[in-house]
């Protein structure tokens, strides 16, 4: 295509129309660069994901909603939704000692409203919300709540980090409702789980099963 516009370009200057002609741009002639030579490079992606899902407006809001949509999220910092229903927590306080669902709760701190939390809402099913971040992976984390049959029912949704941004060594998988992770120094996380396209396989499975590969083939011990 730039070689056509060029070749015509040079037959108008071969017939002299500069006067009643005017070029308003010509194709650069710099080298072509590969498609990966072109990209942003994945940390830089990374860092500008990570910022959008922390900007409190609501362009960055609709940047991930259409990024989502465009099957463009792999480098989100933060992929798969999981939802904790009040029946769930109620359960394991009760019949777990130690449960890490209720210290990953404890852990939660108060944030404002951000574009992360965005993707959790659900107004057509609840009527309050809480916002909340989870402080080890800045996760965003929203409790919700509605009136139901006399009382208030809840739920708690977050999204599972694509990955743990920490440079201490795993120490424990934990198979509690989901699979978390702790590393040495006692942080606790939700397993993480790689970005699949709707509608693929990441290598034939889901991201649990990849998940699971990575937990067996760790040095960590694990709990159930």
Known sequence: MIEHTLKDLDEIDQVG?????????RPSTRPRRSYQDRRVPESERRAAWMELFHRDDELAAECLRIADILDSARDFPYIWPHTFSG???????????????????????????????????RWDNYDLMRYLEDPASGAPVVEMSRIRFGGRERVIA??????????QPLAEVILEDIPWVRTEDGTLYLMPMPYVLPGHHWHGHHPCV???RWLTSSRASVRS
């Open 210 to 212: 990849s998940s699971a």
């Open 87 to 121: 029946e769930t927590i109620d359960q394991y306080a009760r019949d777990v000692p130690h449960s890490v669902i209720t210290e990953w709760l404890d852990t939660l701190q108060s944030s404002a409203r951000i574009a992360g939390h965005v993707r959790l809402e």
């Open 158 to 167: 977050t999204l599972t980090p694509a990955r743990i941004v920490s440079a």
């Open 17 to 25: 129309a500069a006067g009643s002609l005017t070029i308003a741009a």
